[in-house]
C-alpha cells in the first residue's frame, strides 16, 4: 500500500510517498532501518542469475538502497552518491534492474514481467530520491512516481489515501460502482417474452388484490355480527355465511392466480437465464487471445455459471417478490386511506426513515457484494489452477502449498463476506424496530379514536390486519434490497464480457475466397504487447505449398509470428495477405477453416477419441476418421485400447501418453484437409521413437500444403524449403540449412550450439560421433 506520511523523515522530499512492505518481509527489513529512514518502494524479485525461481527484495528508502538475494543470507545496501544509477530492462518475457556507477557493474537482479510496474516504480523513486539527496531540488509534480496497490501490484493514478489498504478492483470498486439501473439493461434479454410478462404482471396484480379482500371482510363480521352478538343480538347464519364463503373463495382465487403466476414468471426467468448464459458464452468465444491472456479461468467460470445462476434466482424469486410487495403496499395504502385518512397518515410515518435507512445502505451493500463476487473468482481460481495441475502439484510435493493458497482465498473470502454481514445484520432489525413501533403507535392512535367514537372496533381490527400485512411487505422488501444489489453486482459482471469488443473485430464488409490456393504474404508486419515490440518489419512470401521453417532463440518471436498468421491477435503495423487478400477482410471463422494447427501440447477434450478426430469436421464419417488416424499413424494404438475409437481419452487427454495425443492432433487437422498448416513445437516434448513416429505422420500432413514449422530440433526442419531465422522480432536470415550453414551466421550458431549439446548426451552414453555425421543419425 502507499501511504502519505504527514511527519516526514530528513532526507525524504515532501511530494514523496511511502510504501509498506509485504508482511513476510517487513519483520526483516524493518530492525535494518535507521529511525530517520522509511521505504520509498520496493520490488520482490523471483529469479536469480541462473533464471530459476528465487525469493529477493529491493528497496528505496529515503537514505539507500536495499537489497537480499535468494542465495545470498546477508544484506547489501548503497547509499547515494554521484554517479549511481539504476537502470531497468525486459528482454524475452524476463525483467532485469542493474545498479551501476561510473566505473562498473555494481549488482544486477532479475524478475517476471509480472513484476513490471512495481519495477518501474522502484527505478523512478531512486532517481528522484537521488536527485534530491545531491541537488536538493525536488521532483517536478509531472514526475511523480506511480502509486502501487501492495495487494494486486497494479499501478494507480493516484497514491491511496491514509488508512486505506487496497486499490479499488481489490476492494471490488470499479471507477463507477455497480447501479441498480444496471438490471434494466436485461431488457435485452427479457424483450423476446415480454408478453409473457404481461400476462404474469396481470396474474400478480390479480392475486395480490385477492389476498386484500379477507382483511376488509373482517369490518362487517366484527361490526354486524360479533359485537351485536355480545350485546344481545342473535347471529345471523346467512350473513355470516356470506361472508366466509367471501373469505374462502378470496382465498382459493388468490392460491390459483398465484400458482398460475409463480409457474409463468419461474419459466420466463429459465429462459431469460439460459439466453444470458448462451450469449455470453457465444460472445466469450469470439474475443481474441489477448482477453483471454489478462483474464483468470476460474473468474470466467463464476461469471458465466454462478453470477446467471444468482440472476435466475433474482428473477424467479426475489423480483417477484418486490413486484408483489410494491402492489400490496400500494393498495394498502390505497384501502387505508379510504377507510380513515388520519389512521392511514399515522401508519406510513416509518416510511421516510426507512427509505432514507434503505439509500444509505443500498451503495455499501451493492460496491460489499461485487467485492464478494470477485473474491469468490479468486477461490474458484485457484481451484481451476490446482486440480487440472494436481499432477505437478504432487510431483513436487507441493500439497501443503497449495491448501494454504486456497485457505488464504477462502479466509479473504470469509472476510468480505463477514463485512457485508455486519452492515446487513444492523439494517435489517432496525427496518424490524421502526415497523413494530409503528405498528404500537396505530394501537395508540386507534385506541384513542375508538374512544371517541370516530372509527368501530371492526375499522381498527381490520387496520391492524392491513398495517401487519403492510410492515410484513415493507419489511420482505427492504431484505429484498442485499438480493437486488447482488444482482447489480452480478449483472455488471456479466456486461462486462459482453460490453468487451474483441480485438480481432469481424470486417464491416466482408470478402470470400472460393478456393484457397495458400499463399501467404507478409507485408512489412509489425506487431506489440502493449509498449513491448514484439515484431518488427517482417516481409516475407510464402508460395502455395512450400514448406517453411520459423528458427530462432527463445523469445524471438517465433510463435507470435505464427499466432499472427493464424490472426489470433492482429498486426499494429503492416498486413498478412492469403492469396493477396489481407487476412482482416475476410470473416475470422471462414479464414480460420483453412489452417490446420498443431501444438507443442496438443489438447483434446473430454470425450472419445472418434469425437476428437472429428472436432474440426463434427460431420466426418466413421470412413473418414479412420482413414485420417490412419494416415496420422494413429489406427494402431487406437485399436489396442479397450473400446477403440470409442474410448475416452480422459480430461485433457490424460489417458493417453503425449505421443498419442500428439497423433490424434495431426488426425484432427488432416481430417479437415487444410490448405494451410502451422506446427508449433509438434515434435519437441516427445522421446525420439516416439518422434519418428510422428515426423511420418507429419511427413502425410505437409503433402501438398503450405507448411510453416517451428521445431525446437533443427534437425527436423532439414526438409523445409527456406528456413526464416528470426532475433529480437526481426529477420535475420532466410535459405535452406545448407545455405545457412555455409554463411556460418546466427543459424549455424544455433545449429552447433545445439550439436554441442548432443556431444555432452553423446558422451554420457559412450562414444560421440563427428558432428558433420549428426545429421543422418538425428534424422
Known amino acids: 500500500m502507499t501511504k502519505l506520511n504527514p511527519s516526514l523523515p530528513a532526507g525524504a522530499p515532501p511530494n514523496i510517498s511511502f510504501s509498506v512492505l509485504p508482511v513476510a518481509w517487513a519483520a526483516q527489513v524493518e530492525p535494518r532501518l535507521s529511525p530517520e529512514e522509511k521505504v520509498l518502494a520496493w520490488l520482490e524479485t523471483d529469479l536469480d542469475a541462473q533464471l530459476d525461481f528465487s525469493s529477493g527484495l529491493v528497496i528505496v528508502t529515503n537514505k539507500r538502497l536495499l537489497a537480499k538475494t535468494g542465495s545470498d543470507a546477508n544484506w547489501q545496501d548503497w547509499p547515494y552518491r554521484r554517479g549511481l544509477r539504476l537502470g531497468r530492462h525486459d528482454h524475452s518475457g524476463v525483467g532485469r534492474l542493474e545498479l551501476i556507477d561510473e566505473e562498473s557493474l555494481l549488482t544486477r537482479w532479475r524478475y517476471t514481467l509480472g513484476q513490471d510496474s512495481a519495477a518501474r516504480r522502484l527505478v523512478e523513486h531512486f532517481a528522484q530520491q537521488l536527485n534530491f539527496q545531491l541537488t536538493g531540488e525536488l521532483p517536478h509534480a509531472d514526475a511523480e512516481a506511480e502509486a502501487v496497490c501492495p495487494r494486486c501490484r497494479a499501478v494507480l493514478d493516484t497514491p491511496l489515501p491514509p488508512g486505506q489498504e487496497?486499490?479499488?478492483?481489490?476492494?471490488?470498486?470499479?471507477?463507477?460502482?455497480?447501479?441498480?439501473?444496471?438490471?434494466?439493461?436485461?431488457?435485452?434479454?427479457?424483450?423476446?417474452?415480454?408478453?409473457?410478462?404481461?400476462?404474469?404482471?396481470?396474474?400478480?396484480?390479480?392475486?395480490?388484490?385477492?389476498?386484500?379482500?379477507?382483511?376488509?371482510?373482517?369490518?362487517?363480521?366484527?361490526?354486524?355480527?360479533?359485537?351485536?352478538?355480545?350485546?344481545?343480538?342473535?347471529?345471523?347464519?346467512?350473513?355470516?355465511?356470506?361472508?366466509?364463503?367471501?373469505?374462502?373463495?378470496?382465498?382459493?382465487?388468490?392460491?390459483?392466480?398465484?400458482?398460475?403466476?409463480?409457474?409463468?414468471?419461474?419459466?420466463?426467468?429459465?429462459?431469460?437465464?439460459?439466453?444470458?448464459?448462451?450469449?455470453?458464452?457465444?460472445?466469450?468465444?469470439?474475443?481474441?487471445?489477448?482477453?483471454?491472456?489478462?483474464?483468470?479461468?476460474g473468474d470466467l467460470m463464476a461469471r458465466i455459471g454462478s453470477e446467471t445462476d444468482r440472476l435466475n434466482v433474482f428473477l424467479s424469486l426475489h423480483l417477484l417478490d418486490f413486484a408483489t410487495d410494491v402492489l400490496m403496499i400500494g393498495m394498502t395504502v390505497i384501502i387505508l386511506v379510504s377507510i380513515n385518512p388520519m389512521l392511514a397518515l399515522v401508519t406510513l410515518a416509518p416510511l421516510p426513515i426507512i427509505a432514507w435507512l434503505i439509500h444509505m445502505v443500498r451503495d455499501r451493500l451493492r460496491t460489499g457484494f461485487e467485492k464478494v463476487d470477485r473474491v469468490w473468482a479468486e477461490v474458484t481460481s485457484v481451484l481451476a489452477d490446482t486440480i487440472p495441475g494436481v499432477r505437478v502439484v504432487k510431483a513436487f510435493a507441493q500439497e501443503k502449498r497449495e491448501a494454504a493458497r486456497f485457505r488464504a482465498a477462502n479466509d479473504r473470502n470469509l472476510e468480505v463476506n463477514d463485512r457485508v454481514n455486519k452492515v446487513w445484520s444492523l439494517f435489517t432489525p432496525t427496518v424490524t424496530l421502526l415497523t413494530e413501533i409503528g405498528l404500537l403507535v396505530v394501537w395508540i392512535f386507534g385506541i384513542w379514536l375508538v374512544s371517541k367514537d370516530e372509527i368501530t372496533v371492526g375499522v381498527l381490527t381490520a387496520f391492524l390486519t392491513y398495517i401487519s400485512r403492510f410492515y410484513l411487505r415493507l419489511d420482505s422488501m427492504s431484505r429484498i434490497v442485499s438480493f437486488t444489489q447482488k444482482a447489480a453486482a452480478g449483472t455488471k459482471r456479466i456486461f462486462e464480457i459482453l460490453d468487451h469488443v474483441s480485438s480481432v473485430p469481424e470486417p464491416a464488409h466482408p470478402g470470400h475466397l472460393s478456393a484457397v490456393a495458400g499463399r501467404i504474404e507478409l507485408s512489412g508486419v509489425g506487431f506489440r504487447y502493449g509498449t513491448r515490440s514484439v515484431i518488427r518489419n517482417i516481409s516475407l512470401v510464402v508460395e502455395p505449398g512450400e514448406m517453411i521453417g520459423l528458427v530462432g532463440h527463445s523469445g524471438s518471436g517465433k510463435s507470435t509470428l505464427v499466432n499472427l498468421i493464424c490472426r489470433f491477435y492482429d498486426v499494429t503495423e503492416g498486413a498478412i495477405l492469403l492469396d493477396g487478400v489481407d487476412i482482416r477482410a475476410l470473416l475470422v471463422a471462414e479464414y480460420r477453416k483453412n489452417i490446420g494447427l498443431v501444438l507443442q501440447e496438443p489438447f483434446l477434450f473430454f470425450g472419445t477419441i472418434a469425437e476428437n478426430i472429428a472436432y474440426g469436421k463434427p460431420d466426418a464419417s466413421r470412413e473418414e476418421i479412420v482413414a485420417a488416424a490412419r494416415a496420422a499413424h494413429a489406427h494402431e494404438f487406437i485399436l489396442r485400447l479397450p473400446h477403440g475409437y470409442d474410448s475416452l481419452v480422459g480430461e485433457r487427454g490424460q489417458a493417453l501418453s503425449g505421443g498419442e495425443r500428439q497423433r490424434i492432433s495431426i488426425a484432427r487437422a488432416l481430417l479437415i484437409d487444410p490448405p494451410i498448416l502451422i506446427l508449433d513445437e509438434a515434435t519437441s516434448s516427445v522421446d525420439t521413437t516416439t518422434e519418428k513416429e510422428i515426423q511420418k505422420a507429419l511427413e502425410n500432413l505437409v503433402?501438398?500444403?503450405?507448411?510453416?514449422?517451428?521445431?525446437?530440433?533443427?534437425?527436423?526442419?532439414?526438409?523445409?524449403?527456406?528456413?526464416?531465422?528470426?532475433?529480437?522480432?526481426?529477420?535475420?536470415?532466410?535459405?535452406?540449412?545448407?545455405?545457412?550453414?555455409?554463411?556460418?551466421?546466427?543459424?549455424?550458431?544455433?545449429?552447433?550450439?545445439?550439436?554441442?549439446?548432443?556431444?555432452?548426451?553423446?558422451n554420457l552414453r559412450g562414444p560421440s560421433m563427428d558432428p558433420k555425421h549428426r545429421t543422418a543419425a538425428n534424422e
Open 166 to 297: 487496497e486499490c479499488a478492483t481489490c476492494r471490488g470498486q470499479s471507477v463507477i460502482p455497480p447501479s441498480t439501473w444496471t438490471l434494466f439493461r436485461l431488457w435485452r434479454f427479457a424483450k423476446p417474452y415480454r408478453w409473457q410478462l404481461l400476462a404474469g404482471f396481470m396474474l400478480t396484480l390479480g392475486s395480490t388484490a385477492a389476498a386484500l379482500v379477507p382483511p376488509y371482510m373482517t369490518m362487517p363480521l366484527m361490526d354486524n355480527v360479533l359485537i351485536p352478538y355480545q350485546n344481545g343480538k342473535p347471529i345471523d347464519v346467512n350473513l355470516v355465511t356470506f361472508y366466509l364463503t367471501g373469505l374462502l373463495g378470496a382465498a382459493v382465487l388468490a392460491w390459483v392466480l398465484g400458482w398460475a403466476r409463480t409457474y409463468m414468471l419461474a419459466r420466463i426467468s429459465e429462459r431469460i437465464g439460459a439466453d444470458l448464459r448462451s450469449a455470453t458464452y457465444e460472445h466469450l468465444l469470439k474475443l481474441s487471445h489477448a482477453y483471454f491472456g489478462g483474464k483468470r479461468t
Open 703 to 762: 503433402r501438398g500444403r503450405t507448411t510453416i514449422a517451428i521445431a525446437h530440433r533443427l534437425s527436423t526442419l532439414q526438409h523445409a524449403h527456406r528456413l526464416v531465422v528470426l532475433d529480437r522480432g526481426s529477420v535475420v536470415e532466410i535459405g535452406n540449412h545448407d545455405t545457412l550453414m555455409e554463411r556460418e551466421g546466427h543459424y549455424y550458431r544455433l545449429y552447433q550450439a545445439q550439436a554441442r549439446n548432443i556431444d555432452t548426451e553423446d
